[in-house]
């Protein structure tokens, strides 16, 4: 995890990006995630509100979670030891 970037620099244009966060029982995670707006979240329709912004993360096949990274990469750290 040496080329990870603070979250705070993360982009949050929509695209994905490889997240690391910790649950709330303390297990480090890595995750593909994007950060959705409130206008991209309105847009896709539903009942959404600014609460709802922020980082999101399929946690199995059909459950979508809202998580709170700490740090992320880009594609450009693949392969870097």
Do not use: C
């Amino acid at each position: 995890m040496s080329g990870n970037k603070p979250i705070a620099t993360a982009p949050k244009d929509g695209s994905k990006v490889r997240v690391y966060w910790t649950d709330a029982v303390g297990q480090e995670n890595e995750s593909i995630a994007r950060y959705r707006s409130p206008e991209r979240l309105k847009a896709a329709g539903g009942d959404w509100d600014e609460t709802d912004a922020g980082w999101w993360t399929f946690v199995d096949g059909d459950t979508e979670k809202r998580i709170e990274p700490h740090s992320w990469s880009s594609g450009d750290d693949e392969g870097e030891d």
